[in-house]
C-alpha cells in the first residue's frame, strides 16, 4: 500500500488554515489516564474472591488483570467464549480520514493482541465537536467515518452502530467483538524464562506528530530541533508515522499462532515500558521483561535527546498510539517470526529484549540500541541501512588487530549482532571473560560476544549459524555504535549489571 498525499483543507473546500488536531488540547495516546493512576482508580472493579481465577458465565477462567486488552467472556453454549474491547481517543494527526482509519486499527489492536484475527463486529463511537463549523462539520466527519470503515472492512469485519454524540473536543473510537472458539486466542500470561521480546512496529509516533505541529508554531520548542533535522525530515516521519498508526496488527496476531506466542500485548498511550509493566505483572510465572533496543521511526531519538527527553521516548514512556504488538515467544522461533512478516507484510520487526527469571518487573537497559526506521515510497517499513562507516583512530586501540579479527570484523559490519539471551546469567564476572592478544576467533560460523551499547554487555552467547543467519535479517547494527563496541572488546570487558 502506497503512501497517502498530504490532506490539504483547501482542495476539500475548507479555511487553508484548518486543523482537526486544534479541536483538542489533548492529541491521540496521550490522552491516557497513568498507569499507577489508572490501577489506583480501578481497584473496586477488580476486585474478587479469586485471586488467581476468576468467575465469568458460570465458570472458572484465569484471571486478565484489567489493565489488559481485551476481556474474554465463556458463553454458555458450545465451549465459545466472547472476546470484546473498546478504546477511543482525541484527533492526532489533521487528515481526517487518516483520523478515522488510525482509529479503527487502534480499537483492533486490543484484540489481535490476544491472538484472535477474525472480528465478527464493530461499532463506532464519534463525538462531533460542537466548535466545528457546519461546512466543517458536514465535510470532515464523513471523512472520519469513511476512514474507520474502510479500516474495518480491510479487517474483513463492518461497522453495525455505534454513538455519535456532541462534545466540546473532537474524539473517535470504537466497540470490536468476536466469538472465538478456545484455540483462536492466546491467553497473554505464559511467558517463560529463556522467552525473547518482539516488536511488530517502531516506537516515536507522539513525537513526529508534536513535531510537525511545531512546524507552523514559532516557539522554543522548533529552535531546539531545527539543527538537526529539516522541515522535510519532520515531514516525512509525520507521514511515516501515519501510515504506521493506520496498519492493522492482523498478521502479526495470526503468524503468533504459527510461531508459539507465548502472550502478547500492543504498545498504546502508556509507553513501550508502561505496556511491558502490565504484560509481566499478568505472567504466571516469575519473570521480568529487560528491553534492550527500541526501534524508532527515523530521528524522532534525536528530537527526544535535543529536548531533553520531554517524551520519555528513551526511557519508554512515549505514548504511542495505535502501536505495534509487543509479543513473548520461544527464542528459537523469534527470527523465524520477523522473517516471515517481513516476508508477507514487506514490514519489519524486531527483537528488543529478553524474559528472565524475576519478580514480574520489566526494564529498558541503561542506554538501549536505538534502531531508526522509516517507511519506503511503495509503504513497506523497514530499518535504516547505516550511511557511513567511522574511520578508525588507530591510537584508540591498544593492541593490533589480527587478520583473522579483520575478516570477522568485515563480516559482522554488515549484519545485525544477535539480540541477547538469559540461557546465560545476566551478570558477568572479569574472570569469565578476559580479553586476549591475540583475539582468537574459536570457530567462524559462531558470533562469541554481543555487546549492547557502550560500555553495557548484557550477555556472552554462543549462536549456531542457523541462528546468525536468521537473526542477520531480522535487525541493522548501527555503523558507529559497532565500531565503539569493537573498540571496547580490545580493552576490556564490563558486565552489564541488571
Known amino acids: 500500500m502506497a503512501l497517502r498525499s498530504k490532506f490539504d483543507p483547501v482542495l476539500q473546500g475548507l479555511d487553508k488554515n484548518f486543523r482537526l488536531t486544534k479541536y483538542t488540547s489533548l492529541h491521540g495516546g496521550g490522552c491516557k489516564v497513568p498507569n499507577d493512576v489508572l490501577h489506583k482508580l480501578l481497584e473496586d472493579l477488580g476486585q474478587s474472591q479469586y485471586k488467581e481465577e476468576q468467575f465469568m458465565g458460570g465458570m472458572i477462567m484465569p484471571r486478565l488483570g484489567i489493565g489488559m486488552d481485551t476481556c474474554v467472556i465463556p458463553l454458555r453454549f458450545g465451549g465459545l467464549s466472547l472476546l470484546q ?48 463549523s457546519e461546512k466543517e462539520r458536514d465535510t470532515i466527519v464523513p471523512l472520519i467515518i469513511r476512514g474507520f470503515r474502510d479500516c474495518a472492512e480491510e479487517a474483513g469485519t463492518s461497522v453495525t452502530g455505534g454513538q455519535t454524540v456532541l462534545n466540546p473536543w473532537c474524539l473517535i473510537g470504537g466497540v470490536a467483538t468476536a466469538v472465538c472458539q478456545p484455540n483462536e486466542y492466546i491467553m497473554p500470561d505464559n511467558a517463560v524464562p529463556g522467552d525473547v521480546l518482539v516488536l511488530t512496529k ?35 516521519a509525520y507521514q511515516d508515522a501515519m501510515f504506521i498508526m493506520s496498519r492493522l496488527n492482523r498478521t502479526a496476531a495470526q503468524l503468533m499462532h504459527q510461531y508459539g506466542s507465548h502472550g502478547a500485548t500492543d504498545v498504546t498511550g502508556f509507553g513501550i515500558l508502561g505496556h511491558a509493566k502490565n504484560l509481566v505483572k499478568q505472567q504466571r510465572n516469575e519473570v521480568n521483561f529487560i528491553i534492550h533496543n527500541l526501534p524508532c521511526i527515523n530521528k524522532m531519538a534525536s528530537i527526544a535527546r535535543a529536548c531533553g527527553n520531554m517524551f520519555g521516548l528513551l526511557q519508554g514512556t512515549s505514548a504511542e498510539t495505535s502501536g505495534g504488538l509487543l509479543i513473548c515467544m520461544p527464542r528459537e522461533d523469534a527470527a523465524k517470526y520477523c522473517v516471515e512478516i517481513k516476508r508477507v507484510e514487506g514490514h519489519q520487526a524486531w527483537i528488543i529484549g529478553v524474559v528472565e527469571k524475576g519478580d514480574r518487573t520489566a526494564r529498558i537497559i541503561d542506554k538501549p540500541r536505538v534502531i531508526e526506521v522509516e517507511t519506503l515510497e511503495d509503504g513497506t517499513v523497514q530499518s535504516v541501512p547505516p550511511t557511513s562507516t567511522p574511520r578508525r583512530n588507530s591510537t584508540q586501540l591498544k593492541t593490533p588487530i589480527s587478520p583473522q579479527l579483520q575478516q570477522h570484523h568485515r563480516l559482522n559490519n554488515q549484519k545485525s549482532l544477535e539480540p541477547p539471551h538469559n540461557r546465560l546469567p545476566t551478570q558477568i564476572s572479569q574472570s569469565q571473560v578476559q580479553p586476549t592478544n591475540n583475539h582468537h576467533i574459536s570457530h567462524p560460523s559462531v558470533t562469541n560476544a554481543a555487546t549492547i551499547q557502550d560500555h553495557h554487555i548484557a550477555h556472552i552467547a554462543d549462536v549456531s549459524q542457523h541462528e546468525t543467519v536468521q537473526m542477520q535479517q531480522v535487525g541493522v547494527q548501527d555503523s558507529q555504535s559497532y565500531h565503539q563496541q569493537q573498540i571496547q572488546q580490545q580493552s576490556q570487558y564490563r558486565p552489564h549489571q541488571p
Not at 489492536?109 to 472480528?119: H, K, L, V
Not at 510537525?212 to 529539516?230: C, F, G, M, P
Request: charged fraction near 20%; glycine fraction near 4%.
Open 85 to 132: 474491547t473498546t478504546d477511543f481517543f482525541y484527533p492526532l494527526v489533521d487528515d481526517p480520514y487518516m483520523m478515522g482509519k488510525i482509529a479503527c486499527a487502534n480499537v483492533l489492536s486490543d484484540m489481535y493482541a490476544m491472538g484472535a484475527i477474525e472480528c465478527d463486529n464493530m461499532l463506532m463511537l464519534l463525538g462531533v465537536s460542537s466548535k466545528f
Open 202 to 236: 517502531p516506537l516515536g509516533t507522539q513525537v513526529a506528530c508534536n513535531a510537525h505541529q511545531w512546524l507552523e508554531q514559532v516557539q522554543d520548542k522548533w529552535n531546539r530541533i531545527k539543527l538537526i533535522v529539516t522541515e522535510e525530515d519532520i515531514e516525512k
